[in-house]
């Protein structure tokens, strides 16, 4: 059983389309954060949000943790092909135990 | 500033066998982490080394196993290698700073096939 469900699984848009990525859970985290990865490589750590309502931007990212601290979306304006990637939501409750989401795989059609 | 750097990139190996991944975290970084990742279950947390001493354990069997160097270097151990291991193993380090909000910095990982 997965603590943090995103959605959707799988997503392929065309270049210059927007995208809202989803992750779901019924636990509250101090902390949750966003990575992507790429095939071949280890995630890479794009935002940590903490506090409930909180939203961060990323040049075309734009990152929201939900008020209750339990779920968090991703949007993504005018993807480009360089988006392209597993996104990755993790959510941590203390200490240095992340739990990580299904994942959503991103492809942006040039 | 090197990253995190994880040896062997690929390993093959068969059933009952047992296999050492090795991991050297950022230079200043204490903590490393473990994570096992599969097409079916994602990324799962295998454990965390801080000085040389496991602070959090995830839900894995004893056949997997870890331990941190004095230089924060650290292994992790699978014994008598099930079909099911099969993975991309991946080390994390972070500085673990108190007040949490911890910066997980990955390695390229170690893809495992069990045969």
């Known amino acids: 059983t997965q603590l943090l469900e995103q959605s959707p699984q799988f997503l392929s848009i065309q270049e210059g389309e927007n995208l809202t990525v989803y992750c779901n859970s019924s636990s509250v985290f101090s902390s949750l954060q966003w990575y992507r990865q790429e095939p071949g490589e280890g995630p890479v750590l794009l935002v940590t949000v903490v506090t409930g309502g909180e939203v961060k931007k990323l040049k075309r990212l734009t990152f929201q943790f939900g008020d209750a601290r339990k779920d968090s979306s991703l949007h993504i304006t005018a993807a480009q092909p360089g988006d392209t990637g597993l996104y990755l939501c993790?959510?941590?409750?203390?200490?240095?135990?992340?739990?990580f989401g299904t994942g959503t795989s991103l492809t942006v059609i040039p | 500033k090197a990253g995190v750097t994880q040896t062997p990139r690929y390993l093959i190996k068969t059933r009952g066998q047992q296999v050492t991944l090795s991991c050297s975290p950022i230079s200043g970084h204490r903590s490393v982490s473990w994570y096992q990742q599969t097409p079916g279950q994602g990324l799962q947390f295998l454990f965390e080394?801080?000085?040389?001493?496991?602070?959090n354990k995830g839900n894995f069997p004893g056949r997997f196993s870890g331990r941190q160097f004095s230089n924060s270097r650290s292994e992790m151990n699978v014994s008598t290698l099930e079909l099911g291991d099969s993975a991309l193993y991946l080390c994390a380090s972070s500085l673990r700073r108190q007040g949490g909000n911890e910066k997980l910095f990955f390695g390229s990982g170690t893809q495992l096939s069990v045969l």
């Open positions: 080394y801080f000085s040389e001493t496991q602070r």
């Open positions: 993790a959510g941590a409750f203390t200490g240095n135990q992340f739990y």
